[in-house]
């Protein structure tokens, strides 16, 4: 091979030594391109309910929350935020649902009704149920420590009376008796949300008048217990409802369908927890607290007649005539006229 030839090879051998090595450093040194993701179009929030909310649930801080949403598939009805003429979401805990709303649905001005007005009660009482109001004191009404949204069970103190007889002493007997369970307070007085103070802490306050949510079968007896004696209403633990439940359930009470899916089954679990009781009740009496006090119904007797009542009868009674026979003597009446 001639001296040209090598010359050139030599040549191309070289530069191809360079652009490997330049290549090289280029890969190795240079950092890898950062990827930058495209800024999204933050669009519209609108406010979406954070559970299911069925009709007559009281609405609560933790109810809703703003979320973002196609601005071509905003109702005139949603609440947008910012929105010129929006409502202050501040007010919205103690408003009720009128609509039932489920999870991650859209809360539309016509879903929540606000304390004052028309038809907030109706709205906050669920299907099939009524209102019933009754009188407390501080000393029957747990000290102002009740508020709207707590259960509580209705106890009954009444005095049974009896008469006297042969070595007893005409006492009566003092029951207490638990008539009523898990009721909902929807209102103290004219409240239906619990009162604040400037720290926005719940206070307790004083009422004398306590709103509950009843059957129209719970109803009537309440309205006939007010009159036999004191209704005084003990407050529920949070935990009592799910025993309560856990019971039925085991007993047979409550029966879930064996083909229901697990949001029906919830829901009749719920519905159920959430229903008054009328049934077994519990009672305490005198004898339990002090051994001076009965323990027993004392004898009942009927009343002694009065004396217009004893010369009414006589009257009724007509002519008598009192016919002797020897040493026995017989009344006999004519009936009266």
Do not use: C
């Not at 028309?118 to 009740?146: C, E, N, Q, Y």
């Not at 009721?183 to 009422?207: F, K, S």
């Not at 209403?233 to 039925?248: G, H, N, Q, T, V």
């Amino acid at each position: 091979m001639d001296r040209r030839k090598l010359i050139l090879l030599f040549g191309a051998l070289f530069v191809a030594a360079i652009a490997a090595f330049m290549a090289r450093s280029l890969l190795v040194g240079s950092p890898a391109p950062e990827t930058q993701a495209a800024a999204q179009p933050v669009g519209p929030k609108v406010l979406v309910a954070t559970r299911a909310m069925p009709v007559g649930t009281i609405v609560t801080a933790d109810s809703f929350r703003y979320q973002p949403w196609p601005a071509e598939m905003i109702s005139d009805a949603y609440l947008v935020e910012g929105a010129a003429g929006g409502i202050d979401i501040t007010k919205l805990p103690g408003t009720v649902v009128r609509h039932a709303i489920t999870a991650g649905e859209p809360i539309t001005q016509g879903s929540l009704v606000a304390p004052g007005d028309r038809g907030f009660l109706a709205a906050a009482l669920g299907p099939g149920m009524r209102a019933v109001t009754i009188p407390v004191s501080g000393l029957t009404g747990v000290a102002g420590f009740v508020f709207p949204g707590d259960r509580v069970d209705l106890v009954l103190t009444q005095d049974v009376q009896g008469v006297a007889i042969e070595n007893s002493t005409n006492r009566p007997l003092k029951v207490s008796e638990t008539i009523i369970r898990n009721l909902r307070v929807l209102a103290t007085d004219q409240r239906t949300t619990p009162a604040v103070d400037e720290a926005g802490n719940t206070v307790a306050t004083g009422y004398q008048l306590v709103t509950l949510e009843t059957t129209p079968r719970i109803a009537e007896k309440i309205t006939v217990a007010q009159t036999i004696g004191t209704i005084s209403l003990s407050l529920r633990s949070l935990s009592d409802s799910s025993s309560d439940l856990e019971e039925a359930i085991a007993s047979g009470a409550i029966k879930v369908p064996a083909n229901a899916d697990p949001e029906e089954e919830e829901r009749i679990l719920r519905s159920m927890a959430q229903r008054p009781t009328d049934g077994k009740s519990s009672f305490s009496t005198g004898g339990d607290v002090s051994r001076f006090q009965r323990r027993s119904i004392p004898p009942q007797t009927a009343p002694e007649k009065t004396q217009m009542e004893q010369k009414a009868e006589e009257a009724a009674k007509g002519p008598v005539v009192n016919v002797a026979r020897g040493n026995n003597s017989t009344t006999v009446s004519f009936g009266g006229r």
